[in-house]
């Protein structure tokens, strides 16, 4: 029979499954308390967080969420990181963790959008730039070809008008001319 503290954590794992945009799965093997309290509040200091878990109740917790694939990547001792916005900032503080501080924690994977990420596509993950970035270059992207056909569009307007207003040009200043005779003629006669 669960415990009421076990059926409390399943409960608040769940809830945190349903509404997390990253699961970024760790193995603290060989980690000291020292360093898990160190990057315990290294996360804390960027709004993340990181908790270690036990996995029957994890296996509970994402069958009950309807997260089944957050299994794949929990296994042996696991601690995990929560992101609940962009998932870019949380892969990127625990690999720059690991790398400032050559610690022995291990990316085992991650789930985003429901897909199972592996050590090496989170890897990919942390050298994407951030999200804003990503949406100025895709709306670069997009207006580049787009400025491009309304340059073409408008191109022979251009010439039309060129055509068109060499001739008219022409034909005022002839009547200006013609309009300066006729006023002169009218002085002397």
Do not use: W
């Not at 990181?50 to 794949?72: F, G, H, Q």
């Not at 959008?113 to 890897?123: H, I, Y």
């Amino acid at each position: 029979m669960p415990t009421k503290k076990k059926m409390e954590l399943v409960e608040e794992l769940r809830e945190k499954f349903s509404r997390c945009t990253i699961v970024l799965a760790t193995d603290y093997t060989g980690l000291n308390v020292n360093a898990m309290t160190d990057l315990r509040r290294q996360m804390r200091d960027k709004n993340l967080e990181y908790r270690v878990v036990k996995n029957t109740l994890a296996y509970l917790s994402a069958d009950s969420a309807d997260r089944a694939e957050i299994k794949d990547i929990v296994h042996g001792p696991t601690a995990i990181a929560f992101g609940y916005d962009d998932p870019i900032p949380v892969a990127k503080a625990v690999e720059e963790y690991i790398r400032v501080n050559r610690s022995v924690l291990a990316i085992r994977g991650a789930v985003v959008d429901r897909r199972v990420l592996s050590p090496s596509e989170v890897t990919v993950l942390c050298n994407l730039p951030p999200r804003d970035v990503l949406v100025a270059q895709f709306m670069g992207q997009v207006q580049t070809p787009l400025a491009a056909l309304l340059g073409q569009l408008q191109s022979p307007l251009r010439g039309l008008h060129t055509v068109l207003s060499g001739p008219l040009t022409s034909l005022v200043i002839l009547l200006q001319q013609r309009a300066e005779q006729l006023k002169a003629q009218e002085q002397h006669g």
